[in-house]
Protein backbone atom coordinates (compact mmCIF):
# COMPACT_ATOMS: atom_id res chain seq x y z
CA UNK A 1 0.00 0.00 0.00
CA UNK A 2 1.09 3.21 -1.02
CA UNK A 3 0.93 6.47 1.74
CA UNK A 4 0.87 10.01 0.45
CA UNK A 5 -1.15 11.37 2.49
CA UNK A 6 -2.43 10.72 6.66
CA UNK A 7 -4.92 12.30 8.60
CA UNK A 8 -3.98 12.49 12.34
CA UNK A 9 -6.58 12.84 14.48
CA UNK A 10 -6.08 13.60 18.25
CA UNK A 11 -7.71 15.81 20.96
CA UNK A 12 -4.33 17.05 22.18
CA UNK A 13 -2.26 19.77 20.64
CA UNK A 14 1.64 18.80 21.34
CA UNK A 15 0.66 14.70 19.79
CA UNK A 16 -0.48 16.59 16.83
CA UNK A 17 2.57 18.86 16.12
CA UNK A 18 5.13 15.82 17.21
CA UNK A 19 2.84 13.91 14.87
CA UNK A 20 2.98 15.81 12.03
CA UNK A 21 6.78 16.14 11.95
CA UNK A 22 7.15 12.56 12.37
CA UNK A 23 4.92 11.51 9.41
CA UNK A 24 6.11 14.47 7.29
CA UNK A 25 9.93 14.82 7.76
CA UNK A 26 10.61 11.34 8.71
CA UNK A 27 7.53 9.34 6.71
CA UNK A 28 7.75 11.69 3.72
CA UNK A 29 3.83 12.26 3.72
CA UNK A 30 1.63 15.07 3.24
CA UNK A 31 -0.17 15.24 6.90
CA UNK A 32 -3.26 16.55 7.72
CA UNK A 33 -4.42 17.26 11.29
CA UNK A 34 -7.63 17.08 12.89
CA UNK A 35 -8.35 17.36 16.83
CA UNK A 36 -11.50 16.10 16.96
CA UNK A 37 -14.15 13.25 16.02
CA UNK A 38 -16.17 16.08 14.54
CA UNK A 39 -13.22 17.84 12.66
CA UNK A 40 -12.16 14.28 11.10
CA UNK A 41 -15.50 13.66 9.61
CA UNK A 42 -14.91 16.07 7.56
CA UNK A 43 -11.47 16.95 6.84
CA UNK A 44 -11.49 13.21 6.15
CA UNK A 45 -14.00 13.31 3.29
CA UNK A 46 -12.67 16.31 2.35
CA UNK A 47 -8.64 15.28 1.97
CA UNK A 48 -9.36 11.80 1.51
CA UNK A 49 -5.94 10.26 3.02
CA UNK A 50 -4.56 7.39 2.43
CA UNK A 51 -4.53 6.56 6.43
CA UNK A 52 -6.00 7.91 9.53
CA UNK A 53 -4.70 7.60 12.52
CA UNK A 54 -6.91 7.86 15.52
CA UNK A 55 -6.91 8.75 18.63
CA UNK A 56 -9.14 6.68 21.00
CA UNK A 57 -9.62 8.97 24.01
CA UNK A 58 -11.00 12.42 23.00
CA UNK A 59 -13.89 14.62 24.64
CA UNK A 60 -17.27 14.82 22.68
CA UNK A 61 -16.68 11.91 19.98
CA UNK A 62 -14.28 9.48 21.37
CA UNK A 63 -12.50 7.71 18.61
CA UNK A 64 -14.44 4.10 18.63
CA UNK A 65 -17.46 6.40 17.60
CA UNK A 66 -15.36 8.50 14.88
CA UNK A 67 -14.21 5.12 13.51
CA UNK A 68 -18.01 4.05 13.33
CA UNK A 69 -18.80 7.39 11.96
CA UNK A 70 -16.03 7.13 9.45
CA UNK A 71 -16.93 3.86 7.98
CA UNK A 72 -20.88 5.13 7.29
CA UNK A 73 -18.99 7.84 4.95
CA UNK A 74 -19.16 6.68 1.29
CA UNK A 75 -15.88 8.73 1.20
CA UNK A 76 -14.08 6.73 3.92
CA UNK A 77 -15.55 3.79 4.38
CA UNK A 78 -12.39 1.46 3.34
CA UNK A 79 -9.89 3.98 4.07
CA UNK A 80 -7.43 1.90 6.68
CA UNK A 81 -7.38 3.25 10.09
CA UNK A 82 -5.00 2.55 13.04
CA UNK A 83 -5.99 3.51 16.69
CA UNK A 84 -3.31 5.44 19.22
CA UNK A 85 -3.88 5.14 22.48
CA UNK A 86 -1.79 4.67 25.84
CA UNK A 87 -4.28 2.66 27.40
CA UNK A 88 -2.82 -0.79 25.50
CA UNK A 89 -4.40 -3.80 27.04
CA UNK A 90 -4.97 -6.90 25.31
CA UNK A 91 -8.35 -7.13 25.61
CA UNK A 92 -8.81 -3.23 24.33
CA UNK A 93 -6.22 -4.09 21.23
CA UNK A 94 -8.43 -7.21 20.22
CA UNK A 95 -11.53 -4.61 20.32
CA UNK A 96 -10.26 -2.02 17.93
CA UNK A 97 -8.84 -4.49 15.91
CA UNK A 98 -12.53 -6.43 16.09
CA UNK A 99 -14.14 -2.89 15.09
CA UNK A 100 -11.74 -3.28 11.82
CA UNK A 101 -8.84 -1.10 12.64
CA UNK A 102 -5.48 -2.55 10.48
CA UNK A 103 -3.59 -1.94 13.88
CA UNK A 104 -2.78 -0.03 17.65
CA UNK A 105 0.32 2.28 18.14
CA UNK A 106 0.85 2.95 21.96
CA UNK A 107 1.13 6.47 23.46
CA UNK A 108 3.42 8.26 23.59
CA UNK A 109 5.44 7.11 20.28
CA UNK A 110 8.88 7.53 19.30
CA UNK A 111 8.46 10.07 16.43
CA UNK A 112 11.72 8.50 14.49
CA UNK A 113 10.03 5.24 14.12
CA UNK A 114 6.16 6.19 14.11
CA UNK A 115 6.42 5.61 9.88
CA UNK A 116 8.33 2.61 10.42
CA UNK A 117 5.52 1.48 12.73
CA UNK A 118 2.78 2.37 10.55
CA UNK A 119 3.61 0.54 7.39
CA UNK A 120 4.75 -2.54 9.48
CA UNK A 121 0.83 -2.30 10.16
CA UNK A 122 -0.71 -1.67 6.80
CA UNK A 123 -0.85 -4.66 4.41
CA UNK A 124 1.90 -4.50 1.36
CA UNK A 125 0.84 -4.56 -1.30
Known amino acids: MTI ?18 SLSRVGGWETVLASSGAEALSRAAAEQPDLILLDVMMPGMDGPTT ?41 PFDPMTLPSEIKRLLPSS
Not at 12 to 17: G, K, L
Not at 67 to 80: D, K, M, N
Request: hydrophobic letters at 45%; a positive charge; glycine letters at 6%.
Open 67 to 107: FAQLRAQEATARTPIIFMTAKIQKQEVARYLELGAVGVIGK
Open 4 to 21: RKVLLVDDEEDIRTVGRL
